[in-house]
């Protein structure tokens, strides 16, 4: 839908509500319609009854017959009673002859139900009264001369019937008829449909309409009157038809010119002057009627041409008003847009390019799109390669653009192919993701740093713990070195002693190394640092940390972890934080609750082909179920010390990991928490994808 | 030098090891255990003498249940807790329960050497009471309710036949109820009972 229609159909909708309103709320309106409608039918019967055949109302042309098209069209078939009025009135009033009631009633239905029909039909064929598509006129044209034909036979077999006109002058009578008609409607319902539609849109300007020039006009009515005043002069010969060619020329000129408003009026002119020039010259019934037939001709010419030009005009204008929207767009838009040749030549640009790589336009057009783009052989390739998809499909792709200086930056491109003159062309949107990845890397530092903020605190959490761990390996030194003292002191030097106590010392001044050890790495600085590894080695790692706890805790901790599993892509120390903060809430809830029989079970295994899944389940009470769908929110805590971060945080890191945690069990056998990381090869699918 | 074993029970290896290494050195016998049980399946009360180096936390049975277990067999043994995260509510437990010390990890070779020494050879009165006291309560822990009612009543010297009149039973299971508690206290005679009775009374308002 174009903007002018989208103008269009706003403007006609309130029109047409005023329209139904008015049946209710202004009755007067309605009568001085229905007593207008009637009185102008009458009027027009009464002027157009000329030689009328069989002196019932078949006359040479039937201006009434348009009156009842433009009625029943603008104002809807409820208005078809006036119809059957008007026809009534005109039958019971002729005044040469008084028919029986009979056939005026008959011939005032079925013209009546004639006219309703052929509107029927336009409607339902999406026939628009304002005549802006051509269209709507040819349409317009072809509905009266098949309908009036029908009408006609219709009218002059219920009379034929009656007995009035004889049944041997039925197919003159009806011919007659339907010219009449038919030339009726055609030279007066286009003008007036027109009207009618330009005072309900007085308030926008009528578009496609060619320049108005009173002097124009007045030529070219001259150029009619002309023409016409030619056509009666006698200078074509015996047959009076002979130069009514003549009228062509003005019809066509202002059908150009003006379109279809101009050649609608231009129609009734003409048909206006040959009617009084005839009643001027005193035609006989014959010629007046062969007069009429060439004038139907001319009038279908003359219209379908001015529709025609109106709406060349009308696209015309609107190709404009798109041609300049998309320039309007093209320059606005912040995304580069440009289109490139199958070689990857550059061929248009718009000027959010420029800006975009830093370079005028004439360093861009006409050159290679790899003086831009890092891959862009690749990419090209790639086009190429999506060649059997649909010419309209879109592509996307993450690259490296090229500034003249060298600096690169990311951009996102996606891109589509089209087919001009038969060659093939890409049309490539890019657009500068530098902040976007900034952004990203800044929420994944955040992420980081408040993983390690809850790391430091999660590790003096566990100082009672650690402690612990580190006093077994001191009393175990310090006692084999007192030993080790008192042996040196000693009367007999006993070598093999001395040697296995200080081999003992260095072993367990190592255990307490690693300890250390174990601690720094976990508390180091807040990077995202992944790395491929195995995931024993982690499980291991965090069941060691909580050991010494466990064991205070009277917990038993026991790791299953499948021996085949694959590496995975993640930060070691990261995941050890998330099994920390399970392990530890797991005690936590174990003994707040004073289970019996206390243990944990982390188990390690590999579920399908893209994940690793590590599930750690306690005995304790489960969760309690008012907490299932928050216990994963910040600040949400069952522990009376408690931050309500563990948890939170465990589930940030498992997210920014690609996985997933979950809670998978609350049962009153106890909580179990599941965990995925994705397998190194899934990890490596999608960047490849 | 059998009064000079020292016994020493701790789940962690090197400890434990390191414990046997320096006391030997230090010209003690040593026999070294690494669970509770272990203990008290290869202990024989009968030698005497020695102390016991007990851990508090183990897995399975704890220091302090292992102690429970002496005090109700009745095997006097000065027991040294060593611990590596002691509180202040650990160790009164502790004590109350008849510990003879309580050391805490990394362990100071003085500390506990003094502290071994004053065990092997106590004439201590006050952890004499504590370690009589806590044995009884222990004992008496084990006492079904009806029999510790029957015991509080013997215990102000009424006789049997009253006492089956006051708690409305037969004269018949008083007296099996007395031999019950008799064997459950390891008490010699009813004189002996009713000194227990006085002593876990006496003990009451420390509780």
């Known amino acids: ?689 | 030098m059998p009064d000079k074993t020292v016994f020493v029970v701790d789940d962690d290896t090197a400890v434990r090891q390191g414990l046997r290494f320096m006391l030997r050195a230090a010209g003690y016998g040593v026999e070294a255990f690494p669970s509770a049980h272990a203990f008290l399946e290869n202990y024989d009360p009968r030698q005497g003498g020695g102390c016991l180096l007990l851990d508090v936390r183990m897995p399975q049975m704890t220091g302090l249940e292992l102690q429970q277990q002496l005090n109700v067999r009745g095997w006097r043994i000065p027991v040294i807790f060593i611990t590596g995260h002691g509180t202040v509510p650990l160790a009164i437990a502790a004590m109350k329960a008849g510990a003879f010390d309580f050391i805490e990890k990394p362990l100071r070779e003085a500390a506990l050497l003094e502290s071994i020494e004053r065990a092997q050879h106590w004439n201590d009165k006050a952890y004499e009471e504590r370690l009589e006291r806590a044995a009884l309560e222990s004992r008496a822990a084990l006492l079904t309710p009806r029999e510790r009612d029957v015991f509080e009543l013997i215990a102000t010297g009424e006789p049997n036949k009253v006492i089956a009149r006051h708690l409305g039973i037969s004269f018949r299971t008083v007296e099996l109820h007395r031999a019950h508690i008799i064997e459950k206290m390891k008490a010699r005679s009813l004189s002996d009972l009713i000194r227990m009775s006085m002593i876990i009374r006496n003990s009451k308002p420390i509780a």
Not at chain 1, 89 to 94: H, I, Y
Not at chain 1, 161 to 175: C, I
Not at chain 1, 646 to 651: A, H, N, P, V
Request: charged share 15%; with cysteine.
């Open chain 1, 1 to 689: 839908m174009t903007t002018e229609e989208v103008a269009q159909h706003i403007r006609r909708t309130p029109e047409q509500t005023a329209l139904f309103g008015s049946r209710i709320s202004n009755g007067w309106r309605t009568m001085m319609l229905s007593i207008g409608y009637v009185a102008l039918y009458l009027a027009f019967d009464r002027l157009s009854f000329i030689g009328a055949l069989h002196g019932i109302g078949i006359t040479p042309w039937s201006p009434t017959a348009g009156l009842a098209m433009v009625l029943l069209i603008i104002k809807g078939l409820r208005y078809s009673p006036l119809i059957l009025a008007g026809e009534l009135f005109s039958g019971g009033m002729l005044p040469t002859v008084s028919p029986p009631l009979m056939p005026i009633f008959l011939g005032s239905v079925v013209v009546t139900a004639g006219y309703m029909s052929v509107v029927t039909v336009l409607r339902h064929l999406r026939f628009e009264a304002d005549l802006r598509r051509s269209s709507d006129t040819v349409l317009l044209l072809i509905a009266t001369i098949i309908g009036s034909g029908l009408v006609a036979s219709g009218f002059v077999g219920s009379y034929a019937v009656s007995g009035v006109v004889p049944w041997s002058a039925f197919a003159e009578a009806g011919f007659h008829y339907w010219i009449g008609d038919a030339i009726g409607i055609v030279v007066l319902l286009p003008p007036l449909l027109l009207l009618y539609t330009r005072i309900k849109q007085r308030a926008a300007p009528v578009q496609g309409r060619g320049s108005f020039h009173f002097g124009e006009i007045a030529v070219q009515a001259a150029s009619i009157v002309l023409a016409l005043a030619v056509v009666f002069s006698g200078m074509g010969g015996d047959h009076p038809l002979g130069l009514f060619y003549l009228l062509f020329p003005p019809l066509i000129w202002i059908a150009t010119r003006h379109g279809l408003p101009g050649a609608s009026w231009a129609v009734l002119a003409i048909q206006v002057g040959l009617i009084t020039g005839l009643q001027v010259q005193g035609h006989t019934e014959l010629t007046l009627r062969a007069f009429q037939l060439f004038m139907l001709a001319l009038a279908a010419t003359g219209l379908m041409l001015g529709a025609v030009v109106s709406e060349r005009r009308r696209l015309s204008v609107a190709l404009v008003d798109s041609e300049g929207l998309r320039t309007a767009i093209l320059n606005t838009v912040s995304d580069g847009i440009l289109t490139i040749d199958a070689c990857g030549a550059i061929q248009s640009i718009n000027p959010a390019v420029e800006t975009l790589f830093s370079r005028p336009s004439h360093r861009l057009i006409g050159h290679d799109l790899s003086e831009l783009i890092e891959d862009a052989p690749d990419l090209l390739s790639g086009l190429k390669l999506a060649i059997h998809s649909p010419a309209s499909q879109a592509r996307c792709w993450a690259l490296d653009a090229r500034r003249p200086d060298g600096t690169a930056f990311p951009i996102e491109l996606s891109a589509a192919r089209f087919d001009l003159l038969s060659a093939q062309h890409y049309a490539l949107v890019v657009r500068d993701i530098t902040f976007r990845r900034e952004a990203e890397a800044r929420d994944r530092q955040h992420q980081a740093e408040l993983a390690h903020v809850s790391r430091v605190s999660l590790a003096g959490e566990m100082a009672a713990g650690l402690a612990h761990e580190l006093s077994q390996p001191l009393t175990a030194i310090i006692a084999y070195t007192r030993g080790c003292l008192r042996l040196l002191a000693g009367p007999v030097p006993e070598p093999a002693l001395l040697h296995e106590g200080m081999a003992e010392v260095v072993q367990q001044a190592e255990r307490a190394g690693d300890v250390l050890d174990r601690l720094r790495e976990f508390v180091r600085g807040g990077e995202f640092r992944r790395a491929l590894i195995a995931i024993k080695p982690v499980i291991d790692a965090a069941v060691n940390l909580v050991h010494s706890e466990a064991m205070q805790r009277d917990v038993e901790i026991k790791a299953k972890i499948d021996p085949s599993l694959p590496i995975v892509l993640a930060d070691p120390v990261q995941i050890e934080q998330v099994l920390l903060n399970l392990l530890r809430n797991a005690m936590d809830a174990m003994e707040a609750a004073n289970t019996e029989g206390r243990s944990i079970i982390v188990e390690a295994w590999r579920p399908g082909q893209y994940d690793v899944e590590i599930s750690v389940a306690d005995s304790g009470p489960g969760v309690a179920y008012e907490m299932i769908d928050t216990i994963f929110e910040p600040f949400v805590t069952t522990k009376p010390l408690g931050m309500g971060m563990g948890l939170s945080i465990s589930r940030a890191i498992i997210e920014a990991h690609g996985g997933q945690l979950r809670l998978a069990r609350r049962s009153r056998s106890g909580a179990i928490f599941i965990f995925t990381l994705p397998t190194a090869e899934t990890e490596a699918g999608i960047d490849a994808g």
